[in-house]
């Protein structure tokens, strides 16, 4: 059983940046890779990026490309998601989840994200 905390939201100016916490629990061991995703009020949910557990592949939404970054500590069971130069368009809930049995890099699905996290608001005005 896994369990995902996001922290770090809150609300901004345009132009501000923020970055997203993520603590894991439970078994971390069995993690492939890790997601940042987003949904707006009315919107449906989308993935905002992917980064593998242990060795190099991430995936970026193209709304965020050379803004955003997905990192992660290992040792700590914890992602982030750096995000700088925000947007009124980025204000939605960030939910992190976990994948276990791998995905397809050039384009994760929500459904290969078995557990999420309660998700952290947050609010970017212009």
């Known amino acids: 059983q896994v369990q995902l905390v996001e922290s770090g939201g809150g609300l901004v100016q345009a132009g501000d940046s923020l970055r997203l916490s993520c603590a894991a629990s439970g078994r971390t061991l069995t993690f492939y890779a890790m997601g940042w995703f987003r949904q707006a009020p009315g919107k449906e949910r989308e993935l905002v990026a992917a980064d593998r557990w242990r060795n190099t592949q991430t995936f970026y939404a193209d709304s965020v490309k050379g803004r955003f970054t997905i990192s992660r500590d290992n040792a700590k069971n914890t992602v982030y998601l750096q995000m700088n130069s925000l947007k009124p368009d980025d204000t939605a809930v960030y939910y992190c989840?976990?994948?276990?049995?791998?995905?397809?890099?050039?384009?994760?699905?929500?459904?290969?994200?078995?557990?999420w996290g309660q998700g952290t608001q947050v609010t970017v005005s212009s």
């Open positions: 989840a976990a994948n276990m049995g791998g995905l397809d890099w050039s384009l994760p699905r929500k459904e290969n994200f078995a557990s």
